[in-house]
């Protein structure tokens, strides 16, 4: 159970919430749940949980929204939090590399799967 005021606890939800309305076809509210998400994990200083994020919205702005230059952005920036923070994955074990394929797939304008 989370404490109140809780704000990492918070920012996992609303990822968890924004994953969630991905898969019932309404991207247009999960982007403004990770939008939402996005800043909470900065603030708490959640770098594992700020790279998940990102990368989520750089894989819906992308293959959901197509919205190209956007996705890349942002997996651009999931790949800089990692690189420049010295993790090796995000909060749920994806790896840089993985990341880093991902974005060259992204960048070849083909479909991530």
Not at 10 to 30: C, F, K, S, W
Not at 41 to 70: F, K, P, S, W
Request: proline share 3%.
């Amino acid at each position: 159970m989370r404490a109140v005021g809780d704000r990492a606890g918070e920012a996992t939800t609303l990822n968890n919430m924004a994953g969630v309305y991905d898969a019932i076809g309404q991207p247009q509210r999960a982007l403004a749940l990770y939008e939402e998400a996005l800043p909470i994990r900065r603030a708490v200083g959640h770098r594992a949980g700020e790279a998940i994020t990102l990368n989520n919205m750089a894989i819906l702005l992308y293959q959901q929204l197509d919205r190209t230059a956007d996705g890349i952005r942002r997996m651009v920036e999931a790949i800089t939090v990692l690189e420049r923070t010295g993790l090796s994955r995000d909060a749920s074990g994806a790896t840089v590399e993985q990341f880093q394929a991902a974005l060259a797939t992204m960048r070849a304008g083909k479909p991530l799967w």
